[in-house]
């Protein structure tokens, strides 16, 4: 049976705190908005001259990327993202009234970090631990974070917005650069403007050669073979027999002109160029033998070495050990030597056959010449043989520039179907914004000051103003 007495002491010290928590209540509620209002005020001046963040994540994705290259073979750096065009040209197009005065600082403010997930890292502390050396590696995906100011007054949705102009910029200017044909042909009549009539030759014929092994290089890739563009219905096949067409037709119609009439504005002058241009290329016939020569030494040195080169086999004293790589000295060594041959082979190739095109140059050169010779002393070139070789010029023109449009077109809708997606944005923005944390530290101020309140409470003290005396 329960002692009354204890219930009783029990009710009363329950009813006292009750009722000392009725009594101190507008104490407790003041001191509770007292502290949310002082919890949000600290935050405020605390972070008043702190920096606030936006980030995305950005996906990269070309040939070559893996090697750290760009698709023109320079080398990758993710921190062209940043470069001080990309910001300016971002900063512009958002209509920035100081954007030359800021420049600096966002630029410093832009970070771009790689991201290597967890499975790289195990692997290439795999190596490691087994001796080996982990090659370099080239994230795909990167961390890209704008950090500013609080005080330069950018809210998140201005933040974003100048970070995903960043992004954007930087895209269309890799789509300029490597979306878009190259200039390595296109201009040859621009080049021939008043030029004479010889130098059609030259200057056309290694313009042909230009456009064919540009199409020849494309079509060493299965997705330019299997592609056919929208706007021009072509392809690359079809465009290679454009170009041998025009060549066959068009092109030989004007030079055969030129070269049946012996067509000069100068006879004198052009056999001038003409042999200034031969012997320039019998100097580099000169040097490209002399290169052969010495990787032709080379390669014999390494064929009578080639008997010496042993095949690696896994050593004995390995079988007891499986653990142990199954490649010992003799088989690096039979490596590098195979490799070392193979390098020398390629470079006697590759001089032959410079070597054989200069002298294809040099007899092409000799020939032109001599037909030039043989109008030297002739009689005057004739008006009509001159207006006869304008208009097929005018004509070649015309055909020409038809030819190089077709191209560049299906050329610039081939690069822009294959990097549509070398840039592109993975992840959404996240901001730092401030207002989860200002709610985080004025719910602790408030947990704080009723807290204080209640202690008092309590303690039975009240937090009261102090009347002063009325003087009459």
């Given amino acids: 049976m329960e002692n009354p007495q204890t219930t009783t002491d029990g009710a009363i010290e329950v009813r006292d705190i009750l009722n000392r928590l009725r009594l101190g209540a507008f104490q407790i509620i003041g001191l509770t908005c007292l502290g949310f209002v002082l919890g949000a005020v600290i935050l405020v001046c605390s972070t008043s001259r702190s920096s606030v963040f936006t980030s995305t994540r950005v996906t990269f994705s070309f040939p070559g990327l893996a090697k750290g290259l760009y698709p023109d073979k320079s080398k990758f750096n993710p921190d062209d993202l940043r470069a001080p065009d990309v910001v300016l040209d971002a900063l512009n197009r958002l209509n920035v009234s100081n954007a030359d005065r800021i420049l600096g600082t966002i630029?410093?403010?832009v970070s771009v970090q790689g991201i290597i997930p967890d499975e790289v890292v195990r692997q290439r502390d795999r190596m490691r631990a087994s001796g080996q050396t982990p090659p370099v590696y080239i994230p795909d995906e990167y961390y890209v974070t704008l950090s500013v100011s609080r005080s330069m007054s950018l809210g998140d949705h201005e933040r974003s917005q100048l970070l995903g102009e960043i992004i954007n910029v930087y895209r269309e200017k890799f789509q300029r650069t490597y979306g878009a044909a190259p200039l390595e042909f296109g201009n040859a009549f621009e080049i021939l403007r008043d030029a004479d009539y010889p130098e059609y030759e030259l200057v056309l014929t290694d313009e042909i050669q230009k456009v064919q092994a540009y199409l020849e290089e494309q079509l060493k890739s299965d997705e330019a073979k299997s592609f056919r563009s929208q706007r021009t219905n072509l392809s690359y096949s079809d465009l290679q027999n454009q170009t041998s067409i025009f060549a066959r037709i068009h092109?030989?119609?004007?030079?055969g002109l030129i070269s049946l009439n012996g067509l000069s504005k100068n006879r004198k002058t052009a056999m001038i160029k003409l042999d200034y241009h031969l012997q320039t290329v019998k100097d580099q016939q000169q040097k490209a033998l002399k290169e052969q020569s010495v990787v032709d030494d080379l390669l014999a040195k390494a064929q009578e070495k080639s008997s010496g080169y042993v095949m690696g086999i896994k050593s004995q004293a390995t079988q007891g050990r499986p653990e142990t790589p199954f490649i010992d000295q003799g088989l690096i060594d039979s490596l590098l030597a195979n490799d070392s041959y193979g390098l020398l082979l390629r470079r006697a190739l590759d001089a032959g056959t410079r070597v054989k095109a200069l002298e294809a140059e040099e007899d092409r050169l000799i020939e032109r010449r001599q037909r030039l010779a043989t109008f030297l002393n002739g009689a005057?070139?004739?008006?009509?043989?001159?207006?006869?070789?304008n208009h097929s010029l005018?004509?070649?023109?015309k055909r020409y520039e038809q030819l190089v449009t077709r191209i560049r077109d299906t050329d610039n809708e081939f690069r822009h179907q294959?990097?549509?997606?070398?840039?592109r944005v993975s992840a959404g923005f996240t901001n730092s914004g401030i207002a989860k944390v200002l709610t985080i530290y004025a719910l602790v101020g408030a947990i704080l000051?009723?807290?204080f309140g209640v202690a008092l409470s309590f303690l039975d003290l009240r937090i009261s103003a102090k009347k002063l005396p009325i003087s009459t």
Avoid: K, P
């Avoid at 005018?394 to 023109?397: A, G, I, M, T």
């Fill in 394 to 397: 005018e004509n070649l023109e």
């Fill in 107 to 109: 630029r410093s403010g």
């Fill in 251 to 255: 092109l030989n119609e004007a030079l």
């Fill in 380 to 389: 005057a070139v004739d008006e009509q043989s001159i207006a006869d070789a």
């Fill in 418 to 423: 294959q990097f549509a997606d070398a840039i």
């Fill in 449 to 451: 000051g009723a807290a």
